[in-house]
């Protein structure tokens, strides 16, 4: 998939903007002017406690795809936890490292370090959307994870599968081209997701989350939720990561 979407989101001048000073107003705008509100104040913020309850559900190893300011990163490099963050968006990406987390700038569908091998995929924020193509970035996420690896992505709110043109605007000024982006409810998710096992859904201040188990060697009874806080994960070490982790892996 070509990449030009992706630089279309990194070049849009509201949207660095908007990042660097921690507030909006920031939406997506569809060619016949509706607005979607994108959360600049929740995404600049410390990860709150919907966002700790995901993260408690992540397995092993984490990719969040576009991670934005870096909130659910630092969270959870603050844990000790081996974790990476990509972005296409230089500020968001400089933002991440600010908080303490390691990110890089690239699009999901350009090389990665340590595909194939990473326990948990995030797509949050809405960032199933990413492409405008939910099967293909499904397909590309599947790759990136190890076998019976956990997807956990954010839905829309409401029952919806659409395809769209958008670009970035403050409501006074919209720049670069527009983009392809996907919203999709959790039915419609799952729907797109052929050879993935549902593994939960929930909701949780108004916000809709669903997990998602590739085809492979691990129990089918795991179910992505949240650990009890006396387990043990194997890969949660505290430090940083070693030079065999996925997150040192260049």
Same mark, same amino acid.
């Given at each position: 998939?070509?990449?030009?979407?992706?630089?279309?989101?990194?070049?849009?001048?509201?949207?660095?903007?908007?990042?660097?000073?921690g507030?909006?107003?920031?939406?997506?705008?569809?060619?016949?002017?509706? $607005? #979607?509100?994108? +959360? !600049?104040?929740?995404? =600049?913020?410390?990860?709150?406690?919907?966002?700790?309850?995901? #993260?408690?559900? =992540?397995?092993?190893?984490?990719?969040?795809?576009?991670?934005?300011?870096g /909130? $659910?990163?630092?969270?959870?490099?603050?844990?000790? /936890?081996?974790? #990476?963050g !990509?972005? &296409?968006?230089?500020?968001?990406?400089?933002?991440? !490292?600010?908080l303490?987390? %390691?990110?890089?700038?690239?699009?999901?569908?350009?090389?990665?370090?340590?595909?194939?091998?990473?326990?948990?995929?995030? #797509?949050?924020?809405?960032?199933?959307? *990413?492409?405008?193509?939910?099967?293909?970035? $499904?397909?590309?996420?599947?790759?990136?994870?190890?076998?019976?690896?956990? $997807?956990i992505?954010?839905?829309?709110?409401?029952?919806?599968?659409?395809? !769209?043109?958008?670009? *970035?605007?403050?409501?006074?000024?919209? &720049?670069?081209?527009?983009?392809?982006?996907?919203?999709?409810?959790?039915?419609?998710?799952?729907?797109?997701?052929?050879?993935?096992?549902?593994?939960? %859904?929930?909701?949780?201040?108004? /916000?809709?989350?669903?997990?998602?188990?590739?085809?492979?060697?691990?129990?089918?009874?795991?179910?992505? +939720?949240?650990?009890?806080?006396?387990? &043990?994960?194997?890969? %949660?070490?505290?430090?940083?990561?070693?030079?065999?982790?996925? &997150?040192?892996?260049?």
């Amino acid at each position: 998939m070509s990449t030009a979407p992706a630089l279309a989101w990194a070049t849009a001048d509201p949207y660095a903007a908007a990042l660097r000073t921690g507030h909006g107003p920031l939406f997506l705008r569809r060619s016949d002017g509706w $607005l #979607l509100p994108l +959360e !600049v104040e929740r995404w =600049c913020a410390r990860a709150d406690a919907v966002d700790r309850d995901v #993260l408690d559900r =992540c397995e092993g190893t984490v990719l969040d795809v576009g991670c934005g300011p870096g /909130r $659910l990163v630092a969270e959870l490099a603050a844990r000790g /936890r081996a974790v #990476l963050g !990509v972005d &296409v968006s230089e500020a968001a990406v400089d933002h991440t !490292v600010r908080l303490g987390g %390691q990110a890089l700038r690239r699009s999901v569908f350009e090389p990665l370090p340590a595909e194939g091998r990473w326990g948990t995929v995030l #797509l949050m924020d809405g960032n199933i959307g *990413i492409g405008g193509d939910p099967r293909a970035l $499904l397909r590309r996420v599947a790759g990136l994870l190890r076998p019976g690896g956990l $997807l956990i992505a954010e839905t829309a709110p409401v029952d919806v599968d659409e395809r !769209v043109h958008v670009r *970035i605007t403050d409501a006074r000024s919209a &720049v670069g081209a527009p983009f392809p982006w996907a919203r999709l409810g959790t039915p419609a998710l799952l729907g797109h997701a052929r050879g993935w096992r549902p593994a939960a %859904q929930w909701t949780a201040g108004g /916000r809709r989350f669903a997990a998602l188990r590739t085809r492979g060697s691990r129990s089918a009874s795991s179910s992505a +939720e949240p650990p009890k806080r006396t387990a &043990v994960i194997s890969s %949660q070490r505290t430090g940083k990561p070693s030079g065999d982790s996925p &997150v040192a892996d260049r």
